[in-house]
Nanobody
């Protein structure tokens, strides 16, 4: 089992920044990819970013590239998502996920956090 807990969501004005954190515990040594997904009301859960265990491989959705940065602190078993220049379109519940593949689809991940709400006002 891998347990993931997201924190850092909240309400921010357009153009502002937030930093999300995902703390992992359990059998984390079985997983080498961490991802961030988001889901807005009435929409499918969509890929945001992912990162390999060593941090050498990182990927981003086109919609967030240049604005969001994913990073890891392996000593703390924590993955971060720094979100800058936020737009109202970024409003969603953000989920942290753990998997064994470098994937951009939800089926590539085995464990999920409970999600944290990010709301960007105009």
């Amino acid at each position: 089992q891998v347990h993931l807990v997201e924190t850092g969501g909240g309400l921010v004005q357009a153009g502002g920044s937030l930093r999300l954190s995902c703390a992992a515990s359990g059998r984390t040594f079985d997983y080498y990819v961490m991802g961030w997904f988001r889901q807005a009301p009435g929409k499918d859960r969509e890929f945001v970013a992912n990162i390999g265990w060593s941090g050498d491989m990182r990927g981003y959705a086109d919609s967030v590239k240049g604005r969001f940065t994913i990073s890891k602190d392996n000593a703390e078993n924590t993955v971060y998502l720094q979100m800058n220049t936020l737009k109202p379109e970024d409003t969603a519940v953000y989920y942290c996920a753990a998997g064994g593949k470098f994937s951009v689809v939800t089926t590539g991940y085995d464990y999920w956090g409970q999600g944290t709400q990010v709301t960007v006002s105009s």
